[in-house]
């Protein structure tokens, strides 16, 4: 099942708190945000095909898209917002998986704390977090999140750039070889004419030749004509 037509960006919600993500999703959906939730980073990954269904299948709470579907080919993701305090995989080790990863490495992801831990802070923006909210989130912090989401796609269009040019440099060359192959078929069949056009022309020659030549050598022209005079006696 994919992403519904009217939502421009998928966000992927992670925290272990129900309140708290309930109220993410609420204010995701509030900004025009279509929402997948998940309780741990662990379904978190498995959402996004990282890993293995080793904890059984996963409980992902979405507006549009089934709880049965927990494959990352079946909905794009487009940033990843997770509560950094979740018990066996922390925030900061989901934000470290996907950094790692280096298919997932470009989507944006925000920490977010209900803790103020400035060394906690600095560290996660080191490694990769775009931005890192203090709780309770607010709706002007989910409008903090448009920018990243249009960088992150206009980084997306770049990188299919080279390989959209290489496929229309590519394109061209089928045709192209085609033409000269059907160029050359065509050069072969007209060497073909004009060499039977030469065979016969000298077949004819030799036609004509030989009737000159039997022609002359006719008795009729050979025998000595009489006709019409008088032998002298």
């Known amino acids: 099942m994919g992403i519904?037509?009217?939502?421009?960006?998928?966000?992927?919600?992670?925290?272990?708190?129900?309140?708290?993500r309930k109220m993410i999703e609420r204010l995701l959906k509030v900004s025009s945000f279509?929402?997948?939730?998940?309780?741990?980073?662990?379904k978190a990954l498995?959402?996004?095909?990282?890993?293995?269904?080793v904890h059984g299948n996963p409980t992902i709470q979405s507006s549009s898209v089934s709880s049965h579907?927990?494959?990352?080919q079946e909905v794009e993701v487009n940033l990843i917002i997770t509560d950094y305090c979740m018990p066996g995989m922390t925030g900061y080790d989901l934000l470290k998986k996907i950094k790692e990863s280096s298919s997932l490495k470009d989507i944006p992801v925000v920490i977010m704390s209900s803790e103020n831990v400035p060394s906690r802070i600095n560290?996660?923006?080191?490694d990769g977090a775009e931005e890192f909210f203090l709780k309770p989130v607010?709706?002007?912090?989910?409008?903090?999140?448009?920018?990243?989401?249009l960088k992150s796609k206009f980084k997306a269009q770049q990188q299919q750039l080279?390989?959209?040019?290489?496929?229309?440099?590519?394109?061209?060359?089928?045709?192209?070889q085609k033409q000269q192959q059907q160029q050359e078929k065509e050069e072969e069949e007209m060497e073909s004419i004009e060499?039977?056009?030469?065979?016969?022309?000298?077949?004819?020659?030799?036609?004509?030749k030989r009737k000159i030549v039997e022609e002359s050598l006719s008795p009729e022209r050979t025998r000595p004509r009489y006709s019409g005079l008088t032998m002298a006696t």
């Open 4 to 20: 519904a037509a009217e939502a421009q960006f998928h966000v992927l919600a992670v925290d272990d708190s129900v309140i708290d």
């Open 34 to 42: 279509q929402v997948t939730t998940v309780d741990s980073g662990s």
């Open 46 to 53: 498995e959402f996004l095909g990282l890993m293995g269904d």
């Open 69 to 72: 579907v927990h494959h990352h």
């Open 123 to 126: 560290r996660c923006l080191e």
């Open 138 to 149: 607010r709706l002007s912090d989910v409008n903090r999140l448009k920018p990243h989401l």
């Open 162 to 176: 080279p390989q959209q040019e290489e496929l229309e440099q590519k394109e061209p060359d089928q045709p192209q």
């Open 195 to 208: 060499q039977k056009v030469d065979e016969q022309e000298q077949a004819v020659q030799s036609s004509v």
